[in-house]
T-cell receptor, first 113, second 114 residues
C-alpha cells in the first residue's frame, strides 16, 4: 500500500512547545501534502512539498522531505491550544495515467493551555 | 466562495434504506472526489470525477455504491441498500487540477446506519 503512516498516533504537549509529526511512505511520490482536521470538520490543506524540495516553511509550520528515506516531518513551532487537531500526510503518486492522493491515518495533536 | 458544500450534515437511517449524499464543489474546480473516513480504515478515496466524468471508481466498495455528477456544480453518492458497516463520515472534495494541487474538503456527512 502507498498509504503514508504518521508517527506518533497521538501527541500531547504544552502550549508554547514545538510539535513534530512524522510520515513514512513506501513508493515514489510526486509530492507530499499535509492536512489538518479539527474535530467534526473537513480536512484543510496546510502545505505541499514537491519531490525535488527538501524543506518548506509556512508561518509556524516547517515541513521536511527526505525521499531517500521516504519520510517527511511536520514541525509546528510555538504551539497554541488552537493547534489541537488531527494532522494527516497525503502522498501523491502516479498509477498509470492517473494521479492519486493517498492519506495516512493521522496524528492526533493535543495542545494543553 | 462558500467552499465545498455537502448535505445533509448528519444522516441516520435503517439498514436496507437508500441513502443519497450531495455535494456542490467550488466553482471552477474541474475535479471532484468522494472519500469515506472511518477509525479503522482512515480516509479512503471512493471515486473521482474530471469535468463531470467518472475517472477512477476503483475505491467504490461494492455495487451498492454509485456516484453521479450530472453537471459541474452537483454530485451525488448513493448507497442502496445501506448496511451498518457503511456507517462513516463521507467527504466531498474538489480541486482545480489533479496533479500537484491541494484538495478543498467539504464539512462531511456523518452517516449512521442502524
Amino acid at each position: 500500500s502507498q498509504q503514508g503512516e504518521e508517527d506518533p498516533q497521538a501527541l500531547s504537549i504544552q502550549e508554547g512547545e514545538n510539535a513534530t509529526m512524522n510520515c513514512s511512505y513506501k513508493t515514489s511520490i510526486n509530492n507530499l501534502q499535509w492536512y489538518r482536521q479539527n474535530s467534526g470538520r473537513g480536512l484543510v490543506h496546510l502545505i505541499l512539498i514537491r519531490s525535488n524540495e527538501r524543506e518548506k516553511h509556512s508561518g509556524r509550520l516547517r515541513v521536511t522531505l527526505d525521499t531517500s528515506k521516504k519520510s517527511s516531518s511536520l514541525l509546528i513551532t510555538a504551539s497554541r491550544a488552537a493547534d489541537t487537531a488531527s494532522y494527516f500526510c497525503a502522498t501523491e503518486h502516479r498509477e498509470g495515467s492517473n494521479y492519486k492522493l493517498t492519506f495516512g491515518k493521522g496524528t492526533l495533536l493535543t495542545v494543553n493551555p | 466562495d462558500a467552499g465545498v458544500i455537502q448535505s445533509p450534515r448528519h444522516e441516520v437511517t435503517e439498514m436496507g434504506q437508500e441513502v443519497t449524499l450531495r455535494c456542490k464543489p467550488i466553482s471552477g474546480h474541474d475535479y471532484l472526489f468522494w472519500y469515506r473516513q472511518t477509525m479503522m480504515r482512515g480516509l479512503e478515496l471512493l471515486i473521482y470525477f474530471n469535468n463531470n466524468v467518472p475517472i477512477d471508481d476503483s475505491g467504490m466498495p461494492e455495487d451498492r455504491f454509485s456516484a453521479k455528477m450530472p453537471n459541474a456544480s452537483f454530485s451525488t453518492l448513493k448507497i442502496q441498500p445501506s448496511e451498518p458497516r457503511d456507517s462513516a463520515v463521507y467527504f466531498c472534495a474538489s480541486s482545480i487540477r489533479l496533479a500537484g494541487a491541494q484538495q478543498y474538503f467539504g464539512p462531511g456527512t456523518r452517516l449512521t446506519v442502524t
